[in-house]
């Protein structure tokens, strides 16, 4: 399994933007799909994009898809994610977590390595 570690969050308000990253170590990046899920409050966690061991292909919550971007760095085993456009009901524990095999899949229970989540407030 590989180790996460999660940075880039913090305080912000409605309409700014924010990046994370998440860095990968103990094990080879490029085997894993890697995603961004968030938690809220009382509500239970959710997935918000995901990207391919390559590269080549994302797929997005609705609720953020056209504001948020994912990408990674296989040669620096990083993941980022790009939040615009904030809204308050962004804020969350943002977590990246990666995902062996080959399954296309945003289930998290797919995915078997979990950071320890960085905070993203957004202020109205």
């Known amino acids: 399994q590989v180790q996460l570690v999660e940075s880039g969050g913090g305080l912000v308000q409605a309409g700014g933007s924010l990046r994370l990253a998440c860095a990968a170590s103990g094990g080879t990046f490029s085997n894993y799909r890697m995603g961004w899920f968030r938690q809220a409050p009382g509500k239970e966690r959710e997935f918000v994009a995901v990207?391919?061991?390559?590269?080549?292909?994302?797929n997005y919550a609705s609720s953020v898809k056209g504001r948020f971007f994912i990408s990674r760095d296989n040669a620096k085993n990083t993941v980022n994610l790009q939040m615009n456009s904030l809204k308050p009901e962004d804020t969350a524990v943002y977590y990246c977590?990666?995902?062996?095999?080959?399954?296309?899949?945003?289930?998290?229970?797919?995915?078997?390595?979990w950071g320890q989540g960085t905070q993203v407030t957004v202020s109205s």
């Open positions: 990207i391919s061991r390559s590269g080549g292909g994302t």
């Open positions: 977590a990666a995902q062996p095999g080959l399954t296309v899949t945003t289930d998290p229970k797919f995915f078997n390595s």
